[in-house]
């Protein structure tokens, strides 16, 4: 499930920060690990909330996590509960409108979790060793958005070196650089 694949290499990037790693700035502007964390933990349990057929929010608001570890677990087991008996073919909300729960997963969700890693490792210092299946769905979900950019999700692209990667060049389209 690639739900689970992305999950589990947040999960192993987390375990990665040091004790003192948390004000670590990251590719994000403004954002440190903990900042970083906190975002994807609310977008984490987001996809719970979604699966249960809330609205999607206009505006979401990360709070700032004083144990983003635990905070990181909690929300990752209570959306694998909920997914463990989902309908996946049911329909939820998602920044596009009602779409399959496993598309909202699959597109949506799944970018943020595979570009969040992306950032954490880069932050760490470590390659960021996506799945390339992950990497192609995200990129697949994205590439038309073009280039230019989407206000509050990613930053314009930046150019791609001949040759780069696959994982690369969907970062570079998504603006970022290691």
Known sequence: MTTKLAL????????????????????????????????????????RELALGAEFPQEAEDQREADPVAAWREARYALEDVLANADFTAEVAAPVGPVPLRT????????????HSWDLATALGVPPALDAELVRKVGDYVRP??????????????????????????????GRTA
Do not use: Y
């Open 145 to 174: 958005f073009g280039g230019a950019g989407t206000e509050g999700l990613f930053d314009p692209a930046v150019p791609t070196t001949p040759g780069a990667d696959e994982t690369t060049r969907l970062m570079n389209q998504l």
């Open 104 to 115: 909202m997963l699959d597109t949506f969700f799944l970018t943020e979790i595979v570009v």
């Open 8 to 47: 589990d290499r947040f999960e192993e990037l987390l375990a990665a920060v040091p004790a003192d790693g948390w004000e670590r700035p990251t590719p994000c502007a403004k954002w440190t690990i903990a900042d970083l964390t906190s975002h994807v933990v609310a977008v984490v349990r987001l996809g």
